[in-house]
């Protein structure tokens, strides 16, 4: 299984038609391609893991659908998400994002984008990988899980409070226990496909 998503452009993504058993979340024109391709699958590849972290923080207090619907103008407005860019971002570029309407105008998740940038280049300086420091979170395996409903889903783990503590102690913003919990859900981290979703055992490499 490839451990980097594919680029969920709109028309591109490759998915089963409606009617195929899926995770109950996915039900909309953008959801279902990206639960088909790109949720939890593990993501090995620094700079998609970065794209995550931050799309994940622009969430907050919105829904899912609303980032995926501004995911593309996200790669656009922030240099695809190179972190070594965004780290030397400048008062002038930030006027330029804070009048962007395709991504989400606020002021303070933009500055953190910033900050967690630097914050992202210096883990990466210190592990050599921003990969390698995040999956020692789950030991380097993903933590394969057996939900059989989207309630059994929690908002975090002690595997995310962790995550989060440490990221906040390294000046990372944004990056609450539940943001870090839905990361790791939507890198693979951790598998939390409902059991009787098609994507489950795919994800899971073919076992029980």
Same mark, same amino acid.
């Given at each position: 299984? %490839?451990?980097? #998503?594919?680029?969920?452009?709109?028309? =591109?993504?490759?998915?089963?038609?409606?009617?195929?058993?899926?995770?109950?979340?996915? #039900?909309?024109?953008? %959801?279902?391609?990206?639960?088909?391709?790109?949720? /939890?699958?593990?993501?090995?590849?620094? +700079?998609?893991?970065?794209?995550?972290?931050?799309?994940? /923080?622009?969430?907050?207090?919105?829904?899912?659908?609303?980032?995926? #619907?501004? +995911?593309?103008?996200?790669?656009?407005?922030?240099?695809?998400?190179?972190?070594?860019?965004?780290?030397?971002?400048?008062?002038?570029?930030?006027? =330029?994002?804070?009048?962007?309407?395709?991504?989400?105008?606020?002021?303070?998740?933009?500055?953190?984008?910033?900050?967690?940038?630097?914050?992202?280049?210096?883990?990466?300086?210190?592990?050599?990988?921003?990969?390698?420091?995040?999956?020692?979170?789950? /030991?380097? @395996?993903?933590? @394969?899980?057996?939900?059989?409903?989207? #309630? @059994?889903?929690?908002?975090?783990?002690?595997? %995310?409070?962790?995550? %989060?503590?440490?990221?906040?102690?390294?000046?990372?913003?944004?990056?609450?226990?539940?943001?870090?919990?839905?990361?790791?859900?939507?890198?693979?981290?951790?598998?939390?496909?409902?059991?009787?979703?098609?994507?489950?055992?795919?994800?899971?490499?073919? /076992?029980?």
């Amino acid at each position: 299984m %490839s451990t980097q #998503k594919p680029d969920l452009s709109p028309g =591109q993504a490759e998915s089963l038609p409606c009617s195929a058993p899926r995770c109950a979340w996915a #039900k909309t024109e953008l %959801s279902i391609p990206y639960h088909d391709t790109e949720w /939890g699958v593990p993501v090995h590849d620094d +700079r998609l893991l970065f794209e995550f972290l931050i799309l994940e /923080g622009a969430q907050a207090g919105l829904s899912w659908e609303t980032i995926l #619907k501004k +995911r593309a103008n996200y790669r656009r407005a922030f240099d695809n998400f190179d972190a070594q860019k965004i780290a030397r971002y400048n008062a002038r570029k930030v006027a =330029q994002l804070l009048s962007n309407p395709g991504i989400v105008r606020n002021r303070l998740k933009i500055a953190a984008t910033i900050q967690n940038a630097k914050a992202f280049l210096a883990v990466q300086k210190e592990f050599g990988s921003f990969d390698r420091y995040v999956w020692q979170f789950v /030991g380097g @395996q993903p933590k @394969q899980n057996a939900r059989t409903s989207l #309630k @059994q889903i929690p908002a975090r783990a002690p595997e %995310s409070d962790a995550m %989060s503590k440490d990221l906040l102690k390294r000046g990372f913003k944004f990056v609450g226990s539940t943001i870090c919990y839905a990361f790791m859900q939507a890198v693979g981290l951790v598998n939390d496909h409902a059991t009787n979703c098609f994507r489950y055992r795919e994800v899971n490499g073919g /076992g029980s």
